[in-house]
């Protein structure tokens, strides 16, 4: 049976939606993942951009609110960021809460070329841990 993983971030607009894109993307046989937001903002277009680059299209993916998903039960809920982790210290519907925190790629003031490497750093970075993380309990194989 597959697990459903919701990760959470603040505006679900980069971090949560690059796992939620990353964790169906590869691992689709053992995991549903969604994603939301403490508020509801959009899908940023350079996470889009760099999740295309790794083949993982995420183009018609939303920003959602968190309530979107009340009454639904989760197996894991993930928080990416501090203010996720600190607005929501137990979500009811998780059986398990976890934090694992990565930078915001879109805090990073610059050129549209350094942008992209703070995006493409954070995305690696996510794919790795959340392999790791995944493994370690068993989800993935």
Not at 82 to 88: F, I, L, R
Not at 112 to 134: A, G
Request: glycine share 6%; proline share 2%.
């Amino acid at each position: 049976m597959k697990k459903r993983v919701l990760f959470l971030c603040t505006d679900n607009s980069s971090r949560s939606q690059m796992a939620e894109g990353i964790a169906n993307y590869y691992w689709s046989d053992q995991v549903d993942a969604f994603s939301a937001g403490t508020q509801e903002s959009f899908v940023n277009p350079t996470s889009i951009e760099v999740m295309q680059e790794i083949g993982i299209d995420i183009s018609k993916h939303q920003s959602k609110n968190l309530s979107k998903f009340d009454g639904q039960s989760f197996d894991y809920v993930i928080t990416l960021c501090g203010d996720a982790n600190e607005t929501c210290p137990l979500y009811i519907g998780g059986t398990k809460k976890t934090h694992i925190g990565f930078d915001d790629p879109a805090k990073v003031a610059g050129t549209h070329n350094e942008s992209l490497c703070e995006f493409r750093r954070v995305r690696d970075e996510i794919k790795e841990k959340l392999t790791n993380f995944l493994k370690a309990e068993l989800i993935i194989y």
